[in-house]
């Protein structure tokens, strides 16, 4: 399933996700995003995430990052540095 899911998130951003294994035993599925998109691809993007069971956003300084859970305990704040 999120492999799945991260296969359609390359598609949409062509940007490689990352799939981990989470310490509550969820799948973390997280993508990089680079630039502004259109609204089709913004909610091809947001059906995708909300195909997970917790999905959001995270910004540093310098990168913006989608992300999805599936399964397991959400992911404690730590495990996104």
Do not use: C, I, N
Not at 65 to 75: D, F
Request: charged fraction near 30%; aromatic fraction near 8%; hydrophobic fraction near 35%.
């Amino acid at each position: 399933m999120a492999r799945g899911h991260a296969r359609e998130l390359y598609a949409l951003t062509g940007q490689r996700p990352s799939v981990t294994w989470t310490s509550g035993g969820a799948v973390k599925v997280s993508v990089r995003v680079r630039g502004r998109h259109d609204e089709a691809l913004t909610r091809a993007m947001l059906d995708v995430l909300g195909r997970g069971d917790r999905f959001g956003h995270r910004k540093t300084e310098r990168r913006a990052y989608l992300w999805l859970e599936v399964g397991g305990a959400p992911a404690a704040s730590e495990e996104w540095r």
